[in-house]
């Protein structure tokens, strides 16, 4: 159909008047040629009451309301959702940068408290509405950790008609709950509504909680529904949990040091992502537990998040993490950590290991048993059959993880003595001198392996290059592994930036 210009009125008037006249025409692709010689003659005046008639006709089809799409949506209210979407979240990402810098400037941030939410869902209906089947609050502090929980199952009722299969799906790939009517857990709205005020309101006032940014839409629509009685009493506000990590990376940097080095909210969300906690046992609820599906798991998930930012930022405010509460129980907290470049987090880092402690917890959940510590430090050329020492293993494996432990005991033991003498140096050197310092004493703990080697022969063999000679990547808590080159020292001189190599 021609668009419905002014030229489209002038065509239909002068096909009317033509065949007044007699003329024929079979269409108005053949009134469009001889219509349009006579259009381009018309001044503007002529042209006038075929324009007002296009404009007027626009007006009438959208209700006063502008252009529309194909299906009848005024564009200017597309434009209009569009400015209210952007307001919010400006708003919202506002909102969090204030209540952390509060708290900073009240040297309370350690003691803040936030709340982090995740719910899992059967299916969308057709109105756009997430049914519930999930629901999961953490109550977390940079001090206490997790310091409480709030975890319940939702049974919506029936699933509308048709949307069977999609509940059956999504619950198969996601959370394995048993659909309803046979689904489990609360069924009245009023009831989920009491128990989450009573957890989260403070003073009559709804916190901020958090999410995942790709579960912002998905939570709304969740709580507006179970709480659609009580909206006009309440304001939800419900933020991206990369940007409360950033701000709170930042302002913990800025604790000890006068600069922060944390680049962006988009390396916060790709450390959210990455999620070295996926897999953490005993931490969500005992139905997925028992389904051994954690990943899934609103509860888990809302843990992970606290491990996560407990991980990034505790140790740069001095805070011991609390196993259970900041990290999992079975994570190695010894405070012997190195900080990562940022520049090589995305692409090369360890995908079992978390950004700062570098704690073995993802998908390995027990990183303190067996003989990981030796087999984590053997060469390449000690051979794939000595990666790990169990009770059946050869008397040459077991030899050899005898030496690899006495090798790093005196290679620690080395490295020890130097770090005393440049603690004593750090506060009067300049960071290039505390570079200088830790690299000669490298250096000197790898020529005292190399005369080791030469007056007596090494545990490692003749051919087989010494440990002591490749430099060492502080992989955080206890796990020194090995890289090529020596890592830039990023920041030395704020505090967790210059510490001993283990």
Known sequence: MPKKNGFFYFMLDYKKREEAKGRKFSGLDQVAPIAGEVWKKMNAQQREPYNVQAKQD??????????????????????????????????????????????AS???????????????????????????????????SLEGGVKDKLHMFINPGRLPIGMAYDAQRHAEEDHQLPLPPNAMGVSDYGDVA?????????????????????????????????????LSEIELRICPLAELFFRLKQNVELYMMDQTTFPSVYIAQQIITKDVYDYTKGISCDYHEEKDNVLYCPLSRCIRW?????????????????????????????PTACTYDLSSFVSAHDDRDSFVSGSNVSRFTNPLTGDSYASSQLPASAG??????????????????????????????????????????????????????????????????????????????????SPASSSFRGAGRGRGQLLEEFPPLAGVGGRGRARRFL
């Open 306 to 334: 606290a491990y996560i930012i407990s991980d990034n930022c505790c140790q740069d405010m001095g805070i011991e993490p609390i196993p259970g509460k900041h990290v999992p129980l079975n994570a190695n907290t010894n």
């Open 384 to 465: 794939r059959g000595a990666k790990r020492f169990g009770p059946g293993g050869s008397s040459r494996a077991n030899s050899s993880s005898s030496a690899v432990r006495s090798h790093f005991e005196s290679v620690e033991e080395s490295i020890n003595t130097n770090s005393s003498l440049e603690s004593s140096s750090l506060e009067s050197s300049s960071q290039s001198d505390d570079k200088t310092e830790l690299h000669e004493s490298l250096k000197r703990s790898a020529a005292w392996e190399s005369n080791s080697s030469m007056a007596g022969g090494s545990a490692w063999g003749p051919e087989t290059k």
């Open 194 to 230: 009491m128990r989450l005020f009573s957890f989260l309101l403070q003073n009559d006032d709804m916190p901020l909680l958090f999410t995942d940014e790709t579960d912002v839409p998905r939570v709304e629509s969740m709580l507006e529904h179970i709480l659609s009685d009580h």
């Open 58 to 103: 626009v007006l009438n089809t959208s209700g006063g309301k502008g252009k529309i799409t194909n299906i009848g949506i005024p564009i200017s209210e597309i434009t209009q959702e569009k400015r209210d979407r952007e307001s919010k979240a400006e708003r919202l990402k506002k909102l969090v940068s204030t209540l952390v810098m509060n708290a």
């Open 106 to 140: 009240k040297n309370v941030l350690e003691k803040q408290e936030f709340y982090f939410i995740s719910m899992a869902y059967f299916c969308r209906t057709n109105t756009g509405v997430h049914l519930p089947a999930e629901l999961a609050v953490v109550r977390y």
